[in-house]
């Protein structure tokens, strides 16, 4: 399935535009999560249990009671206005299923890369993916409970992230919350493309 950024539909006769939005980031930051959280349908998950086949392949530290990992995407829907729909494609987050990526790419608007301040190195190669295809982003910081509280200029200082890039935090969990991630990688979008059409 390949949407065309923000473009309607050819034909469309009144059908509402389709936009597609990846949410990537490392191992256990949250994405099924985000996913579940702000989709209007149940979600297509591809949750499978973590086994002892994992174990020195998978680093859990800092996510030591996860016991689940998608093993090929997650899939959501939200209805924005009746002129706009956000088609939701969570990455895998392990690097065995990276290979997956650029055909989830495929057509993207925009991706929000999750982080996790436990561990914000995870975030370096959604970061680094997203920088290189030219693909606009947003990093939303998922606050997790008992994990170090950082402000924005730390998270931006330590993903080594352009001024343009938004920093926002975020809880994964709440509905809200991720619908406000989703308007700021909208709009940032937006912005970017009206900037180079100048």
């Not at 086994?51 to 020195?56: D, I, L, N, V, Y």
């Not at 409970?145 to 998270?155: K, R, S």
């Not at 991630?181 to 180079?196: D, F, G, I, K, Q």
């Amino acid at each position: 399935m390949e949407f065309a950024g923000s473009e309607p539909y050819p034909g469309a006769g009144g059908l509402p535009t389709a936009v597609k939005i990846l949410i990537a980031g490392g191992f256990g930051a949250g994405k099924t999560t985000m996913v579940g959280a702000v989709s209007e349908i149940s979600p297509l998950q591809t949750e499978e249990v973590i086994t002892q086949t994992s174990e020195g392949v998978d680093d859990l530290s800092g996510v030591e009671g996860k016991t689940t990992t998608t093993v090929a995407m997650d899939f959501g829907r939200i209805t924005i206005s009746q002129d706009l729909v956000l088609y939701l494609f969570g990455t895998p987050g392990q690097n065995r299923f990276w290979f997956m990526w650029d055909e989830l790419a495929l057509g993207a608007l925009g991706a929000i890369v999750l982080a996790d301040t436990r561990r914000i190195e995870d975030s370096f190669p959604a970061v680094d993916y997203f920088e290189h295809r030219g693909t606009s982003f947003v990093v939303a910081v998922n606050r997790f409970d008992g994990a170090c509280d950082f402000d924005v200029e730390e998270v931006r200082y330590a993903l080594d992230l352009d001024p343009h890039v938004p920093v926002v935090m975020c809880d994964a969990r709440s509905r809200e919350s991720s619908k406000l991630v989703l308007v700021t990688l909208l709009e940032h979008a937006m912005a970017s493309r009206m900037a180079a059409v100048r």
